[in-house]
């Protein structure tokens, strides 16, 4: 069974060589766009809370509380109610 001339395969493995070299290329110039494109959401914020931090709580009084300062329970026991027949 014949094989190839020596001069085929390194003429092979040259082409082979230079598209692996422009694929890697490629590939460069791509993650480079990426990190152009993204950079935003890789850049470190400027005030972070440690995780450890406690975050403080809103107590009842300002949960329970509408946009008027009265409580909804205040409210709902002053509305008439209404049941269906």
Do not use: W
């Amino acid at each position: 069974m014949p094989t190839g001339s020596p001069a085929r395969a390194v003429r092979f493995r040259e082409i082979i060589d230079h598209v692996a070299a422009a694929l890697h290329q490629q590939r460069a110039i791509e993650a480079r766009r990426a990190l152009q494109r993204y950079r935003h959401l890789l850049a470190e914020p400027d005030a972070t809370l440690p995780l450890n931090e406690i975050i403080p709580i809103s107590s009842e009084k300002d949960i329970l509380g509408d946009a008027n300062g009265v409580a909804p329970r205040e409210c709902a026991t002053s509305r008439a109610t209404f049941e269906r027949a």
